[in-house]
């Protein structure tokens, strides 16, 4: 079973910067899509950022030019660089793996760590 674990979410000033990371176990971590996604207080999930098997990065348009997803195969893990972080950033930040399987897909969520930008 695959388990996915956030971690850097924190409480930061607008203009700030955070790294969040997340640790994997269970799966074969360079076959999985990865990608991070947020939920704010009251709104849906959204898609932040994705990195494929092959290290091919998109962004959401709010995110794009301060944010950076990176992946390292070695150690497991997952990497979300935030940086001039804005109020409207703010949420619960979730990572996913996805695994294509024969053709059918299997999606695994970590907890969530909580990012909290002050005005």
């Known amino acids: 079973q695959v388990q996915l674990v956030e971690s850097g979410g924190d409480l930061v000033q607008a203009g700030g910067s955070l790294r969040l990371s997340c640790a994997s176990s269970g799966g074969i971590f360079r076959l999985a899509v990865l990608g991070w996604h947020r939920q704010a207080p009251g709104m849906q999930r959204e898609l932040v950022a994705t990195i494929s098997t092959g290290g091919t990065t998109t962004y959401a348009d709010s995110v794009k030019g301060r944010f950076t997803i990176s992946r390292d195969n070695a150690k497991n893990t997952l990497h979300l660089q935030m940086n001039s972080l804005k109020p409207e950033d703010t949420a619960v930040y979730f990572c996913?793996?996805?695994?294509?399987?024969?053709?059918?897909?299997?999606?695994?969520w970590g907890q969530g760590t909580q990012v909290t930008v002050s005005s």
């Open positions: 996913k793996a996805n695994y294509n399987l024969f053709g059918k897909n299997y999606d695994y």
